[in-house]
């Protein structure tokens, strides 16, 4: 997994640097950018960012319209916004579309630290979640046609004799393709097979969503 | 004294002879212009010289045989004879008298005549009376002209209603006419020296100015005075004229001898225009106000940078010190110091912008009680000075809400301005309870309350009233106004409670999902 990577985004170059320096007191390392549009051609930096403080009036692309852009292209990084600035639409704008939190300026450097330190552990745990889906994910792919179906009636509740009957092999065959699904799944019981089953069907459906 | 030899009049007995002495008289008053006539009353005959009948248009020969008093025009007869008279017996002890005689071409002519008795008899009858007549027509006719345009204008002023004041600079007097009289509230028929009016009733701070105009007038440099000042009235108050004058008569050597003019009331409109210079000059301060506001905004906008600057480079050093360890500490406090300044100059820069901005808040997600323990740490010198005690108590895990910070800082700081106002005459303990708790329908509810003694009646009804104040130096805005904000965030402000114990205001704010 990528090391957790904070990005900075403020055209005001004091600002900017006093905000990467004050970030690196976590231990976290920060890359910063003078202007959205720099950010946006940066594929690794938008790859590895856990977390985006960004100002909101710069010149060229405002700090919202970043967080849109970023929002069309499916990264969905926790932002905070950090401005001087603030009216009523653009706040309420901001909020909607899912920041992390509106900072104004001068703020009290502790709650942008805590800020991000909790941005940083949220992105973790869902890069963590969405990590662990694409392994089981694979581990699922890597069943046989046969092997599904035999999983799709152990999740079932189907005895051995029942995925028998129902798929026309031997119960000796199943018990085969029952052991291989276990090991292939790693999973070491029932529960935790359908657990995993479950949790990923619904995982799916929210990933979608 | 000899006579000069008449030309066609019956010859006298014994004409003494012309003599050099006699030729001088003769010469000096044919140049003067003027007519000669010699009367002896005994024999009733008349000589007049040739320039007696030219002045009147007739030759020599006819003015010998006119008869003076059928020339007397008939308005000027009765005083022409009336002073003859008084001089023939001795009433007077010179003849001097002014008239119009007709002439040959059946004009008028006005004739000043001048002469004595010489020789009386010794009972005292007059028996012999001298004397000349002065062609007076083209000096009349000024003087009439003169008399004329003063009557016409005196109509003419008189039918206008001005005031009017004729002031005798060297002798001193002034006269003023009833209305002026009435507009300094001047009694009575009693005369007006100059000097009571001017410079003595002039307001100071007019002084000079009219002084100034009437100087400059009065040497000739301006053709009028024309000038508006404040005259002392009788009951002591002032009161706008408008004052016009000029220079009617002047001496030989150009100084002003007498002055006539106008004067006006005109201080209700002299009030109103001041009232609206004082408006334009307001509305002028307010306009610099707005710009200074805007300017300031915008500074604050730019300070907030650096400062933001500061406080996060202050909290670098800070945190890479903790790696330093003990080593560090004489160089902690400074720095924590340099931040607290950065914070301190952030919430005047922050209050800046409370005051001059208008129009839409400038929101985001606050949290409650950082709010109300910024207000009350920024109130603490006058609840000290109050002696009131503050308890806040705020629930826990209340969520934030959508707001303009400054605007809320606003809202508490003038309900407990008011707390503390409410408590002032308290001599038991001075409490100022601030709560917080969620509300219903998701908001977060707070509420101020003071000890003191309950809303005064007049604003019981409303206190939220726009210029419902029951303070004396009070504008009545502040809860208008924060009723304005509250609902502008969304909530509601009103009155909890108010008894003689104390009174509880109470407000809501949306709170902020997640």
Redesign the interface.
């Known amino acids: 997994m990528d090391d957790p990577l904070v990005c900075v985004v403020d055209d005001d170059d004091a600002v900017r640097l006093s905000m990467s320096l004050l970030i690196e007191t976590l231990g976290l390392p920060v890359q910063s950018f003078a202007s959205a549009l720099e950010v946006l051609s940066d594929e690794e930096v938008l790859r590895r960012a856990h977390c985006l403080v960004l100002d909101v009036r710069m010149p060229g692309l405002s700090g919202v319209g970043l967080q849109e852009r970023l929002g069309r292209l499916g990264h969905t990084l926790p932002i905070i916004f950090v401005s001087a600035h603030g009216d009523v639409p653009m706040v309420a704008r901001a909020m909607r579309e899912g920041a992390f939190d509106f900072l104004q300026k001068p703020f009290n450097e502790q709650a942008l630290l805590d800020r991000v330190q909790e941005a940083v552990q949220f992105a973790a745990a869902r890069r963590a979640a969405r990590a662990r889906l694409a392994e089981i994910q694979l581990r699922v792919d890597s069943l046989t046609a046969r092997e599904s179906d035999v999983m799709a009636g152990m999740v079932a509740g189907r005895l051995n004799k029942q995925i028998a009957e129902d798929l026309g092999i031997s119960i000796k065959t199943v018990e085969q393709h029952r052991a291989r699904v276990m090991e292939k799944l790693q999973v070491d019981s029932l529960a935790e097979l359908v657990r995993l089953v479950v949790g990923m069907g619904l995982s799916e459906a929210s990933k979608n969503g | 004294m000899a006579v000069e030899q008449p030309q066609a009049i019956p010859a006298e007995a014994d004409a003494p002879p012309p003599d050099a002495a006699a030729e001088r008289w003769r010469l000096a008053l044919e140049a003067s212009g003027d007519g000669v006539w010699d009367w002896h009353l005994a024999s009733g005959h008349e000589y007049r010289s040739p320039l007696w009948g030219a002045m009147l248009g007739y030759t020599p020969d006819e003015t010998a045989g006119l008869e003076w008093r059928h020339l007397l025009h008939p308005e000027d007869r009765d005083e022409a004879l009336r002073r003859l008279e008084a001089c023939l017996h001795g009433s007077t002890a010179a003849y001097e008298a002014e008239f119009r005689l007709l002439g040959k071409d059946g004009k008028y002519r006005w004739v000043q005549a001048r002469g004595r008795v010489c020789e009386r008899s010794a009972a005292g009858d007059p028996v012999r009376f001298v004397g000349t007549h002065r062609d007076i027509s083209v000096a009349h006719a000024e003087i009439e002209n003169l008399r004329k345009s003063e009557r016409l204008w005196r109509f003419a002023l008189e039918g206008h209603g001005d005031a009017r004041w004729d002031w005798s600079i060297d002798g001193g007097e002034i006269y003023v006419s009833p209305s002026f009289r009435s507009i300094i509230g001047l009694c009575g028929n009693r005369p007006v020296r100059g000097n009571d009016i001017w410079p003595e009733r002039l307001h100071p701070a007019d002084l000079r100015r009219a002084m100034a105009v009437f100087d400059a007038h009065l040497r000739g440099r301006e053709q009028i005075a024309d000038v508006e000042f404040r005259l002392r009235c009788e009951d002591g108050a002032y009161r706008w004229v408008a004052v016009r004058g000029k220079v009617m008569e002047r001496n030989a050597a150009g100084q002003a001898l007498r002055m006539t003019g106008t004067v006006r009331d005109v201080h209700d409109r002299h009030l109103a225009v001041e009232r609206e210079k004082r408006q334009a000059q307001e509305l002028a301060h307010a306009g610099r106000l707005i710009h200074v506001g805007e300017m300031a905004t915008a500074l604050?906008?730019e300070l907030?940078?650096?400062?933001?600057?500061?406080?996060?480079?202050s909290?670098?050093v800070l945190?890479?010190l903790d790696a330093v360890g003990p080593l560090a500490d004489p160089l902690r406090e400074p720095l924590q110091m340099i931040?607290q300044q950065?914070?301190r100059a952030?919430e005047i820069v922050h209050r800046v912008r409370g005051f001059v901005r208008k129009g839409?808040?400038?929101?985001?997600?606050v949290a409650i009680g950082s709010v109300v323990r910024s207000v009350v740490r920024f109130m603490q010198p006058d609840l000290g000075a109050n002696n009131v005690r503050v308890v806040v108590d705020l629930a826990e895990g209340l969520p934030r809400v959508?707001a303009d910070?400054v605007q809320l800082e606003q809202v508490l700081a003038n309900l407990i301005r008011n707390a503390i106002d409410a408590m002032a005459a308290l001599t038991g303990e001075r409490v100022l309870r601030i709560t917080a708790r969620p509300g219903a329908d998701g908001c977060v509810e707070l509420a101020v309350a003071d000890k003191g003694p309950g809303l005064a009646d007049a604003i019981r009804a409303d206190p939220f009233l726009p210029f419902a104040t029951t303070k004396a130096d009070g504008v009545g805005l502040g809860l208008a106004i924060c009723r304005t904000i509250v609902e502008n965030h969304g909530g509601r402000l009103w009155v909890e409670h108010s008894s003689p114990t104390g009174t509880t205001f109470c407000f809501t704010l949306p709170a902020?999902a997640g």
């Open positions: 604050a906008h907030n940078q650096p400062l933001t600057a500061i406080r996060n480079f909290g670098v945190r890479r931040a950065a914070l952030g839409r808040p400038v929101t985001a997600p959508l910070r902020l």
